[in-house]
C-alpha cells in the first residue's frame, strides 16, 4: 500500500472521494476525448447525485474535463471557467442497477467532432476505476501507465501490439480486451509496468487494424 493511500492525495478539498476523485475522472475523460470539449452531460449516481453540489462534485468533474489536476487552485471556480471557454455542461441523476455510490458517468463531444462516453467510480482516497469505455467494459484506475487503443477486431491485432511493446522492452502488467459485437470494433486496455516514449505510441497507431491509441501517465 502506498502512504498516499493512506493520508490522501494533494488536492483541493473538501473530499478525496467527491473532490479529487472526480477530478480524476473527469481528467481521464478529457485524455481520452483527445481534444478540449463543448459539451458534457454527466450522470451521477447515489451519493454523487445526492450530494453533488455541497460536495462540490460538479466542480471536480468539470475542472477534470478542462484538463485540471487535483491539486489545481482553480478548481473551485471551474463553472465559470468552462462558461469562459465555451464547455456547455449537463448534470442529470441516474439510475444503473449495482452500482457504486460514486458513480458518474461523462458524454463529452469535442470541438473537433470527437466523442466519448466514460463511466468511472470514486473509491475514497482520491483513487477511480474507469468501468465502461464507449459502452465497453473497462478496468483501469490511471493509477498505472497506461494504453487504451481502439481497434478493428481482426486476427492479429492484439500480437502486433504485444510484439511492439516487447521490442521497446516494455512489460505488460495488465490486459482487458472488450467488444460488442464479434470481427467490428474493440477496445484493449493495457496497463504497464513502465513509462512510454512518444516514438513508441506513434508506431503502435501506424500498425494495421489500429484506430486510435490514447496513452496516459499518471503524472500527466
Same mark, same amino acid.
Given at each position: 500500500m502506498n502512504i498516499?493511500?493512506?493520508?490522501?492525495?494533494?488536492?483541493i478539498g473538501p473530499s478525496s472521494s467527491h473532490t479529487a476523485g472526480a477530478v480524476r475522472m473527469g481528467r481521464v475523460a478529457w485524455k481520452i476525448l483527445g481534444e478540449d470539449a463543448i459539451q458534457a452531460d454527466i450522470g451521477l449516481v447515489g451519493s454523487f447525485a445526492m450530494t453533488y453540489k455541497g460536495h462540490g462534485t460538479d466542480k471536480a468533474l468539470i475542472a477534470g474535463i478542462l484538463g485540471m489536476k487535483p491539486d489545481d487552485e482553480r478548481i473551485p471556480n471551474s463553472l465559470e471557467i468552462?462558461?469562459?471557454?465555451?464547455?456547455?455542461?449537463?448534470? !442529470?441523476?441516474?439510475k444503473i442497477p449495482k452500482s457504486h455510490p460514486n458513480t458518474a458517468v461523462l458524454n463529452l463531444v469535442g470541438k473537433n467532432g470527437a466523442t466519448c462516453s466514460v463511466e468511472g467510480v470514486s473509491i475514497g482516497g482520491g483513487n477511480i476505476q474507469i468501468k465502461k469505455l464507449n459502452g465497453m467494459a473497462a478496468a483501469f484506475s490511471g493509477a498505472l501507465d497506461t494504453l487504451i487503443i481502439a481497434h478493428h477486431d481482426r486476427p492479429g491485432a492484439i500480437a502486433a501490439v504485444a510484439d511492439k511493446l516487447a521490442q521497446?522492452?516494455?512489460?505488460?502488467g495488465s490486459f482487458r480486451l472488450s467488444r460488442k459485437k464479434r470481427s467490428e470494433l474493440?477496445?484493449?486496455t493495457?496497463?504497464?509496468?513502465?513509462?512510454?516514449?512518444? !516514438?513508441?505510441?506513434?508506431?503502435l497507431r501506424n500498425l494495421e487494424n489500429i484506430v486510435s491509441v490514447v496513452y496516459m501517465h499518471p503524472a500527466h
Open positions: 498516499f493511500d493512506i493520508i490522501g492525495p494533494i488536492m468552462a462558461k469562459k471557454t465555451g464547455l456547455e455542461y449537463k448534470f !442529470s441523476h441516474i521497446f522492452g516494455i512489460n505488460i474493440a477496445i484493449m493495457i496497463e504497464l509496468d513502465s513509462g512510454v516514449e512518444k !516514438s513508441v505510441v506513434n508506431e
